[in-house]
């Protein structure tokens, strides 16, 4: 289940006409057309620009009985400019590797600095009864990465990227 996070009445975070929400739709999206074009069975939390609560997320995950569940955000800091880069998160120890595995390939794919996996309690996270992972591409509100994010062709190298470390997380890619 690859879940756009944000949405709807929640547009996330916001810098300089550019929305959350949008980025992670349009990347979540692809990223599915791309697995499914390679054989796997995926599915999105939200197909258009709609508000789903967050327990709502990974019950699709439960519901669908899926694999694993990547919540797909753009970061932001309170003062624009603060901080920049890739993170990953996960919450149980099932998902771990998950985020290792996906953070590496994002800040490969992405060529962003390497903020590393961190380990939080976030409401998608430690619902799911499968491995869980929150990705952040990169600060929607930092310049330089602000004006990657609103290219198509970095919102591509951001697909490829997690689809790429799915497909390394499935054939057992070590860390």
């Known amino acids: 289940i690859v879940d756009p996070g944000h949405g709807g009445k929640d ?24 697995l499914i074009m390679a054989g796997a069975q995926a599915w999105l939390t939200r197909d258009r620009d709609e508000f789903l609560g967050l327990p709502d997320r990974p019950a699709v995950a439960t519901a669908m009985e899926a694999d694993v569940f990547v919540s797909v955000h753009c970061n932001a800091m309170p003062r624009p400019n603060q901080h920049h880069g890739t993170e990953s998160y996960y919450y149980t120890p ?15 794919g992405l060529g962003r600095r390497d903020n ?59 860390l």
């Open 11 to 34: 547009a996330g975070a916001r810098y300089k006409g550019l929305l959350e929400k949008d980025i992670n739709l349009a990347v979540g999206t692809r990223l599915v057309t791309r």
């Open 94 to 108: 099932q998902s771990q590797m998950l985020a290792h595995v996906l953070q590496r390939s994002l800040v490969g």
């Open 116 to 174: 590393g996996v961190r380990q939080r309690r976030f409401a998608v996270l430690w619902r799911p009864q499968q491995p869980a992972a929150l990705v952040e591409l990169m600060y929607l509100n930092h310049d330089a990465e602000h004006a990657l994010l609103r290219t198509p062709e970095v919102q591509e190298r951001a697909v490829e990227a997690l689809f790429d470390g799915l497909r390394g997380y499935f054939e057992g890619m070590p």
